[in-house]
């Protein structure tokens, strides 16, 4: 199931986690969130998250954020909040979808008396003709209300401030 192209991202949980990180660390992991985001996880490949990472396969701070934050199982690299956070996504996204469906099969059902029927043009020409527009006219002039600093004009807000 293909998600939106946002992610949940807590800063203040990412910050407590990182605030020992460099720029260039903050960088990397940030791209790797971002990947396994998209795609649930990170290939055991170091030339292809090199690329990823936007830095060479031998990089100490490539290195340094797999092994910290990230987990490998078999072949490929997960990080747990990503993780849940995928599973929360594609089951909210899961229920919206049959909501949807449901609400959608109601409005459209044809024997729905919820169902509007359409109004007559007689009738739609005649309502716009006795509908008066909420605009001044040009030869109209607007009467300006003036309120006063010692709340002459405000009599009913008194102690709409207390």
């Known amino acids: 199931m293909e998600l ?4 949940p991202f807590y800063y203040g949980d990412y910050l407590k986690d990182t605030m020992q990180l460099s720029a260039e660390r903050h960088g990397i ?3 790797l969130l971002i990947h396994c985001w ?3 996880f990170i290939e055991d490949d170091i030339d292809s998250i090199s ?6 396969s031998d990089s100490k701070s490539l290195l340094y954020i ?3 934050y990230f987990i490998k199982k078999g072949d490929k690299y997960y990080q747990n909040r990503i993780t849940k956070e995928l599973k929360c996504a ?7 979808i049959e909501r949807a469906k449901i609400a959608a099969k109601a409005r459209w059902n044809k024997d729905a008396i919820s169902n509007a029927k359409s ?8 309502m716009l003709e006795s509908c008066p527009s909420p605009s001044p006219s040009q030869g109209e002039e607007k009467e300006e209300e ?3 600093p010692d709340g002459e004009d405000s009599e009913d807000c008194d102690g709409l401030w207390n």
Do not use: C, M
């Not at 939106?4 to 992610?7: A, K, L, M, V």
């Not at 690329?51 to 060479?56: L, T, V």
């Not at 109004?119 to 005649?126: D, F």
């Open 4 to 7: 939106d192209i946002w992610f």
């Open 29 to 31: 992991y940030l791209l």
């Open 38 to 40: 998209q795609n649930g």
């Open 51 to 56: 690329i990823i990472a936007k830095q060479q």
């Open 66 to 68: 797999l092994g910290k």
């Open 90 to 96: 594609r089951e909210n996204k899961a229920k919206n």
């Open 119 to 126: 109004i007559p043009l007689s009738n739609a020409t005649s």
């Open 146 to 148: 003036s309120l006063s």
